[in-house]
């Protein structure tokens, strides 16, 4: 049985109150979120030869659940997460939370029921009958939780991702549909969490190739794990500064030019 989303946003909200205390609400989805790819691309890939992901030997979540109540499960939760990242070329993407941050997860006996609840909390969730294509499931929950920390923290959500009907306008707008061809290219220079291109990207049914800048670290991580829960890991997203130094150009130096362009505040001029 597929997973509902009322269950999914009930379990990740649950995983907010356990992080409440110690940090930023807008610093949740650092580890949030990082559970939940770990969660997700274990049940769909973990055992299956050719996966997307590659789940090594002691890097997937069910070597999280055999921590539960261990004296140094932030140090070793650490070690799993680094060990899916070196085997899937994500270093720098999802190891951005640190599990063992006693300053933000409470040191000792605290640190270990907190996390040993968190893990539990995503234990709970199965994946394994979710679709692995046309599925929004985790798309919805990303923005779900994105609207969430922006408010707890007081902070624009516009710098965390798009809303979904939005996106879908904005696409319509620049042209992608139908007959968009697969080897046409859509850019986001100020991609933030990746929605807006996801949601562009589904308006073409054939395919689209999808590229992306983004300024902030933290968010142009969410933005790489994003695209690989919804089938686009081969998006070509840069970390960097758009307006300073843009990335994408060609031999000569000039800018790179684009089918379709979208961003957020939005325009809709080819680039």
């Known amino acids: ?25 807008s610093q949740y989805k650092d580890y949030v979120l990082t559970l939940l790819f770990m969660k997700y691309v274990s049940d769909k890939h973990a055992g299956k030869p050719g996966a997307l992901i590659e789940v090594p030997v002691g890097g997937g979540f069910a070597d999280m659940v055999k921590l539960k109540g261990d004296k140094e499960i932030g140090d070793k ?33 605290e640190l270990q029921d907190r996390l040993s609840k968190l893990v539990a909390i995503f234990e709970s969730l199965d994946f394994h009958a979710n679709r692995a294509e046309g599925d ?24 965390f991702y798009t809303p979904a009907e939005v996106s879908r306008i904005m696409a319509k707008v620049v042209g992608i ?36 800048q983004e300024m902030d670290n933290a968010t142009y991580s969410l933005a790489r794990m994003n695209m690989i829960l919804h089938n686009h890991p081969t998006a070509d997203l840069w970390h960097g500064n758009t307006l300073a130094a843009p990335y994408f150009k060609n031999q000569n130096g000039s800018l790179k030019t684009f089918d379709f362009a979208v961003a957020n505040p939005p325009f809709s001029a080819k680039a």
């Open 177 to 212: 549909g139908s007959d968009t061809r697969q080897d046409q290219t859509i850019y986001d220079p100020t991609c933030g969490s990746g929605s807006l291109l996801l949601k562009a990207a589904d308006e073409a049914p054939n395919g689209i190739t999808v590229y992306g």
């Open 136 to 159: 929004d499931l985790l798309g919805d929950a990303y923005e779900y939780l994105m609207r969430h920390f922006a408010t707890e923290s007081g902070k624009s959500k516009g710098q």
């Open 77 to 109: 939760i650490n070690k799993i997460i680094a060990r899916l990242a070196e085997a899937n070329e994500l270093k720098g993407v999802i190891d951005q939370a640190d599990f063992n941050d006693e300053g933000k997860l409470g040191s000792g006996k």
């Open 1 to 25: 049985m597929a997973l509902k989303k009322s269950q999914l946003y009930s379990s990740l909200w649950k995983s907010c109150d356990e992080l409440r205390g110690g940090m930023d609400a």
